[in-house]
């Protein structure tokens, strides 16, 4: 292995880990769109356990769904539209999670929000955490 064999790697490693981030980012944005209470003032002031299993649970699901797209089929042979699919793809995977939360929300007999947001509920926490956890595993055979 050359000297510029190991440069790219590293360099590889350092764009995919700083893409991986700002993705887990987007992910974390989304999941405050997405809730109808503020995430940070949950976790932060209020110490919700159920908003931390969900909120938790939900940054691990896009981490499964972005492996799916780094380790899967390549569509294009040029780096920066390979990046644009990507992006579009993540994109789409996250209003995936985001219907997978509207589902969950019909089919549960409870205010799901409610229950979560209000109540702290734990165990319904965990309930919506591991339902972006499938969707996420779906998500990510999908890819």
């Known amino acids: 292995m050359t000297i510029e064999q190991i440069g790219m790697m590293i360099l590889q490693m350092v764009a995919w880990s700083l893409g991986g981030i700002l993705a887990l980012f ?4 989304a999941y405050n769109i997405m809730t109808p209470f503020d995430a940070k003032k949950e976790l932060c002031d209020d110490k919700n356990a159920a908003v931390g299993a969900s909120h938790g649970m939900y940054i691990v699901a896009a981490a499964i769904i972005l492996h799916g797209l780094i380790v899967g089929e390549r569509v294009a042979t ?6 644009g699919v990507m992006a579009v793809m993540y994109v789409i995977a996250l209003v995936m999670l985001w219907l997978g939360r509207v589902a969950l929300r019909a089919l549960v007999p409870f205010n799901l929000d409610e229950e979560i947001h209000i109540k702290d509920n734990l165990a319904v926490g965990l309930v919506e955490g591991a339902s972006y956890l499938g969707f996420a595993i779906i998500v990510h055979s999908a890819l």
């Open 78 to 83: 040029e780096w920066y539209i390979e990046m």
């Open 26 to 29: 987007i992910a974390r944005l």
